[in-house]
């Protein structure tokens, strides 16, 4: 019962190149997706999230983007940085119904940005 | 800026006993939360809590957890009778309420360790 998927455990680019992850879900009424970054025996990090009526937002260097006809979404990082190595998650969440908005999460995908 | 706190880091346990992880969420959020990630798979959701109410809580979370916010500041997850399989990362994390948007903040993470 993968909800969300992130179908590739890992991934190289070189320093100052784009990096794409790739996301897809399944459940068409999730309304919100966030990313996170996680290192090693750490709690993940918030990166950037968008709202199921949104299909782009930008931070700085990141960008997500959502098709929700495809119900897939894209996290950009550019240009990317060595200190950006980490796993990447990918989460959503249903935040209307009475639904707390507890995060279904994918499997991560090892981002390895070489100098 | 503020964040989420766990206690203890690690903590080991034999087969049967009782433990209690603690949590500080940040201290204006409203939501919390409990995840676990056993070593080589997903965060996978617990529990949430609401007003001083579990308001969502998944198939692991069995009769053998339970949680508590027992002073406005600490959330604690106990689990009665530790199982081998409940050796895992724990996540604590909050949020705000919905006009602040949706993301969840986490803590560093507790590694249980049951022999």
């Known amino acids: 019962d993968q909800q969300v998927k992130q179908n590739s455990p890992s991934l190289s680019v070189q320093e100052g190149r784009i990096s794409i992850l790739n996301c897809d879900y399944t459940?068409?009424?999730?309304?919100?997706f966030l990313w996170y970054k996680k290192y090693p025996a750490e709690g993940p990090t918030f990166l950037i999230s968008i709202s199921s009526i949104k299909d782009k937002n930008e931070d700085g260097r990141f960008t997500v983007f959502l098709n929700k006809s495809a119900k897939h979404l894209s996290l950009h990082i550019v240009p990317s940085q060595p200190g950006d190595s980490a796993v990447y998650f990918c989460?959503?969440?249903?935040?209307?119904?009475?639904?707390?908005?507890?995060?279904?999460f994918g499997k991560g995908t090892k981002l390895s940005v070489k100098p | 800026e503020p964040e989420v706190t766990q206690t203890p880091s690690h903590q080991v346990t034999q087969m049967g006993q009782e433990v209690i992880l603690r949590c500080v969420p940040i201290s204006n959020h409203l939501y919390f939360y409990w995840y676990r990630q056993i070593l080589g798979q997903k965060v996978e959701f617990l529990v949430s809590?609401?007003?001083?109410?579990?308001?969502?809580k998944s198939e692991i979370f069995d009769d053998q957890f339970s949680v508590e916010r027992p002073d406005g500041s600490n959330f604690t997850l106990k689990i009665r009778s530790t199982k081998l399989e409940d050796s895992a990362m724990y996540f604590c994390a909050s949020r705000n309420g919905p006009l602040a948007g949706y993301e969840q903040y986490f803590g560093p993470g507790t590694r249980l360790t049951v022999t």
């Open positions: 459940n068409s009424m999730f309304d919100y």
């Open positions: 989460a959503a969440s249903l935040n209307y119904g009475g639904s707390q908005g507890n995060l279904i």
């Open positions: 809590f609401y007003n001083n109410e579990i308001s969502e």
